[in-house]
């Protein structure tokens, strides 16, 4: 019989909707049937594409004597963490805290008053290497709730009075200058890997946000070595197994410090940040393996997670059915030589052997191989190439395809607007921009009430009932500046800016201007949430100082302009200590210094060439977060137009930049040299 998050629309929690765990959504409900039982919470933490979560479900969640035991002497709640990142964020601080690593499944035990008092997170069925198994926690939580409460009630007091001392020593509020721009490069350059690119060891996630921050410090300061770092470790990202070289885009991390072997589930936001790195490195190198990486990554994003609404789902499961029954890991992705001889003939599945890497051995279980393209000697046959991809994806395509977490998550939907906006504006693909735009509208009208609060995530056209966060409002701001820019239409900038007032109001500090990650009229949890790093998205706080800077650069607003100086203050503190975890945050810093730049482009009408070329040649343009207005003589859609003509009745391009400008110019190749071209 299903419990109750068989009414819940997160797919994470419907795929535990069967499990014999009478399982509740976080709600007060539930913690009110622990007070009126008089039991404590376990509190278990996931998400759809999480393969650990997976195991944990199977191997406890799934076993009958397992879930009588926790149905007994437990309310347990399940969360989604993509849905609340709040919940997640406030006791995974606990959990690092308490055991100096964290990661998901996360499994925590609570009182009543939600404070925790026990922590985990992946626990095996048996004892095994020093873990013990998830019936030994259970009993050992209940003997503790049971026979020592009050000793138990003091440990979650002080847990609850450590983490509210654990607020951010914010420091003054001033952005980070040449200095600790130039000590956050030395710092990230010791951290390099100059053999296989990238940063540490394994595993070794994509770092794309230090990419953005290299690609504008080298673009500011003409740095070889940021840009060379940039450029060499997209490469070695771009050849390895954690790109999909068949079907594009980016697989979450690689397990080894070669990108060879990736944990295969694959994220939009990773996808939609990588993008528009690629796009980036296109456009400062000209860089053919970037220009195809950008768009392969692009389409992947519309072709395989677009939902029926025009937004992009949350992720594809790393397992999928390896033809069994079995779920594997890879499955959908590796293959054997017998395998490519089934699909290509001998001949063929020999050459494809050899230019993707794939060995008798293997590079992943069983002897499998995951696709790499590898440096070759010599001259491939292009066509044949082509011929051995289009007939291994058509043989893929008739594998079990891994499963998708069709929640649309507004801050990840924001970074995919920017991305696809830009991809589409760079390579000449409108259908690109119209995916974008497809996206922004779905924001519009199912995450935005009528007070501009944006929710955190819908399915299936519905909106969700969890209220956005910081990185939500921050990243939709982001993805609608993107579009502003490339459209020339108003309307996004309009709503940006609504986004943006909800930021200065409901999530910054007034005292300090320090930001918080929930809004000040959100659900209070045991603690407000607030962290300032990027991890495998820009944090909230750097994505609002990122798009709070291009909507001050955009309208003038002084007061979101200093709002973003004064986030930046965290910045100054933290780059040049710890440069790999707040690589967005560096390049805001990078554009507060350039200016940023604001482009406005004035022509007869938007479709006229000399206007379009222009246009572009702006958008093209290197230079740190510069802004770009497009529009005709005369028009108030976008307030850097103002007042602006045009020159001997050509299409005339305008830069300003730190309150003066420069002389208009109708000359392309003058307007490039101006933004740093």
Same mark, same amino acid.
């Given at each position: 019989?299903?419990?109750?998050?068989?009414?819940?629309?997160?797919?994470?929690?419907?795929?535990?909707?069967?499990?014999?765990?009478?399982?509740? @959504?976080?709600?007060?409900?539930?913690?009110?049937?622990?007070?009126?039982?008089?039991?404590?919470?376990?509190?278990?933490?996931?998400?759809?594409?999480?393969?650990?979560?997976?195991?944990?479900?199977?191997?406890?969640? /799934?076993?009958?004597?397992?879930?009588?035991?926790?149905?007994?002497?437990?309310?347990?709640?399940?969360? +989604?963490?993509?849905?609340? @990142?709040?919940?997640?964020?406030?006791?995974?601080?606990?959990?690092?805290?308490?055991?100096?690593?964290?990661?998901?499944?996360?499994?925590?035990?609570? #009182?009543?008053?939600?404070?925790?008092?026990?922590?985990? #997170?992946?626990? @095996?069925?048996?004892?095994?290497?020093?873990?013990?198994?998830?019936?030994?926690?259970?009993?050992?939580?209940?003997?503790?709730?049971?026979?020592?409460?009050?000793?138990?009630?003091?440990?979650?007091?002080?847990?609850?009075?450590?983490?509210?001392?654990?607020?951010?020593?914010?420091?003054?509020?001033?952005?980070?200058?040449?200095?600790?721009? %130039?000590?956050?490069?030395?710092?990230?350059?010791?951290?390099?890997?100059?053999? $296989?690119?990238?940063?540490?060891?394994?595993?070794?996630?994509?770092?794309?946000?230090?990419?953005?921050?290299?690609?504008?410090?080298?673009?500011?300061?003409?740095?070889?070595?940021?840009?060379?770092?940039?450029? +060499?470790?997209?490469?070695?990202?771009?050849?390895?197994?954690?790109?999909?070289?068949?079907?594009?885009?980016?697989?979450?991390?690689?397990?080894?410090?070669?990108?060879?072997?990736?944990?295969?589930?694959?994220?939009?936001?990773?996808?939609?940040?990588?993008?528009?790195?690629?796009?980036?490195?296109?456009?400062?190198?000209?860089?053919?393996?970037?220009?195809?990486?950008?768009?392969?990554?692009? +389409?992947?994003?519309?072709?395989?997670? $677009?939902?029926?609404?025009?937004?992009?789902?949350? *992720?594809?499961?790393?397992?999928?059915?390896?033809?069994?029954?079995?779920? &594997? /890991?890879?499955?959908?992705?590796?293959?054997?030589? @017998?395998?490519?001889?089934?699909?290509?003939?001998?001949?063929?599945?020999?050459?494809?052997?050899?230019?993707?890497?794939?060995?008798?051995?293997?590079?992943?279980?069983?002897?499998?191989?995951?696709?790499?393209?590898?440096?070759?000697?010599?001259?491939?046959?292009?066509?044949?190439?082509?011929?051995?991809?289009?007939?291994?994806?058509?043989?893929?395509?008739?594998?079990?395809?891994?499963?998708?977490?069709?929640?649309?998550?507004?801050?990840?939907?924001?970074?995919?607007?920017?991305?696809?906006?830009?991809?589409?504006?760079?390579?000449?693909?409108?259908?690109?921009?119209?995916?974008?735009?497809?996206?922004? +509208?779905?924001?519009?009208?199912?995450?935005?009430?009528?007070?501009?609060?944006?929710?955190?995530?819908?399915?299936?056209?519905?909106?969700?009932?969890?209220?956005?966060?910081?990185?939500?409002?921050?990243?939709?701001?982001?993805?609608?500046?993107?579009?502003?820019?490339?459209?020339?239409?108003?309307?996004?900038?309009?709503?940006?800016?609504?986004?943006?007032?909800?930021? =200065?109001?409901?999530?910054?500090? %007034?005292?300090?201007?320090?930001?918080?990650?929930?809004?000040?009229?959100?659900?209070?949890?045991?603690?407000?949430?607030?962290?300032?790093?990027?991890?495998?998205?820009?944090?909230?706080?750097?994505?609002?100082?990122?798009?709070?800077?291009?909507?001050? *650069?955009?309208?003038?607003?002084?007061?979101?302009?200093?709002?973003?100086?004064?986030?930046?203050?965290?910045?100054?503190?933290?780059?040049?200590?710890?440069?790999?975890?707040?690589?967005?945050?560096? %390049? &805001?810093?990078?554009?507060?210094?350039?200016?940023?730049?604001?482009?406005?482009?004035?022509?007869?009408?938007?479709?006229?060439?000399?206007?379009?070329?222009?246009?572009? #040649?702006?958008?093209?343009? #290197?230079?740190?977060?510069?802004?770009?207005? &497009?529009?005709?003589?005369?028009?108030?859609?976008?307030?850097?137009?103002?007042?602006?003509?045009?020159?001997?009745?050509?299409?005339?391009?305008?830069?300003?930049?730190?309150?003066?400008?420069?002389?208009?110019?109708?000359?392309?190749?003058?307007?490039?040299?101006? =933004?740093?071209?």
């Amino acid at each position: 019989m299903p419990n109750r998050l068989a009414h819940e629309a997160s797919p994470y929690l419907l795929q535990h909707a069967d499990n014999p765990v009478d399982w509740w @959504p976080w709600s007060e409900e539930a913690f009110t049937e622990a007070r009126q039982r008089g039991v404590p919470v376990h509190l278990s933490v996931g998400y759809s594409s999480c393969h650990w979560c997976h195991v944990l479900a199977r191997e406890s969640f /799934e076993d009958e004597a397992v879930a009588a035991f926790m149905n007994e002497h437990f309310v347990n709640i399940k969360v +989604d963490r993509e849905e609340r @990142p709040d919940v997640d964020a406030v006791y995974m601080e606990a959990v690092q805290a308490a055991t100096g690593q964290g990661g998901w499944p996360m499994t925590v035990f609570l #009182t009543p008053g939600a404070e925790p008092f026990y922590f985990g #997170t992946y626990f @095996p069925p048996t004892p095994r290497s020093g873990m013990p198994s998830f019936q030994q926690v259970l009993e050992g939580v209940r003997a503790a709730w049971t026979d020592r409460r009050d000793e138990v009630a003091e440990v979650a007091r002080k847990i609850v009075r450590d983490l509210a001392g654990r607020e951010i020593e914010y420091g003054a509020p001033e952005a980070p200058g040449e200095e600790e721009q %130039a000590r956050a490069l030395l710092g990230l350059t010791r951290e390099y890997d100059a053999q $296989r690119g990238g940063f540490g060891g394994a595993p070794k996630f994509p770092p794309s946000m230090v990419l953005e921050f290299l690609l504008r410090h080298g673009a500011r300061t003409g740095s070889e070595g940021a840009l060379q770092m940039a450029q +060499d470790t997209c490469e070695r990202m771009a050849r390895g197994g954690i790109y999909d070289q068949l079907g594009g885009g980016f697989a979450r991390y690689s397990v080894d410090r070669e990108w060879v072997v990736p944990h295969f589930e694959k994220m939009l936001y990773d996808n939609a940040l990588l993008c528009r790195v690629y796009a980036h490195l296109w456009r400062a190198t000209g860089s053919e393996l970037a220009r195809r990486v950008a768009l392969e990554t692009a +389409d992947f994003m519309v072709r395989e997670l $677009r939902t029926n609404e025009g937004g992009f789902a949350s *992720a594809l499961d790393a397992d999928s059915d390896d033809g069994t029954g079995k779920h &594997v /890991e890879g499955a959908y992705y590796v293959w054997t030589p @017998p395998q490519l001889a089934e699909v290509l003939g001998a001949e063929d599945a020999e050459l494809a052997a050899h230019y993707f890497g794939v060995t008798e051995d293997g590079t992943f279980e069983e002897g499998a191989s995951v696709l790499q393209l590898p440096q070759h000697e010599g001259v491939f046959d292009a066509e044949k190439i082509d011929s051995i991809k289009v007939r291994l994806i058509g043989a893929r395509g008739a594998r079990p395809a891994p499963g998708r977490d069709d929640k649309v998550v507004a801050a990840w939907n924001g970074l995919a607007i920017a991305a696809l906006a830009e991809a589409g504006a760079y390579f000449e693909r409108p259908d690109l921009v119209d995916a974008a735009l497809a996206a922004a +509208d779905l924001l519009v009208r199912v995450h935005l009430d009528d007070r501009a609060h944006l929710a955190r995530t819908s399915k299936d056209g519905q909106v969700g009932a969890n209220a956005g966060v910081l990185e939500d409002y921050a990243d939709v701001a982001e993805g609608f500046l993107a579009l502003a820019s490339v459209t020339g239409e108003g309307v996004w900038l309009e709503f940006a800016g609504f986004l943006l007032d909800h930021v =200065l109001v409901r999530f910054v500090d %007034a005292e300090s201007g320090s930001l918080y990650d929930t809004a000040s009229d959100a659900e209070q949890l045991i603690r407000r949430p607030q962290d300032p790093t990027d991890n495998a998205v820009p944090s909230g706080w750097s994505a609002a100082a990122g798009a709070l800077l291009g909507y001050a *650069a955009q309208t003038g607003a002084e007061p979101h302009r200093a709002a973003a100086e004064r986030a930046l203050g965290v910045v100054k503190a933290l780059g040049p200590r710890v440069p790999r975890f707040i690589g967005w945050g560096l %390049a &805001v810093a990078e554009a507060l210094l350039d200016g940023p730049r604001e482009v406005a482009i004035v022509g007869p009408s938007l479709g006229d060439p000399a206007t379009t070329v222009l246009h572009r #040649t702006a958008l093209l343009a #290197t230079a740190p977060g510069a802004v770009v207005a &497009v529009g005709t003589l005369g028009s108030d859609e976008l307030p850097l137009l103002a007042g602006r003509i045009l020159v001997g009745g050509e299409p005339t391009a305008y830069v300003c930049r730190h309150f003066t400008c420069d002389a208009p110019t109708t000359d392309p190749e003058r307007l490039r040299i101006a =933004l740093g071209g």
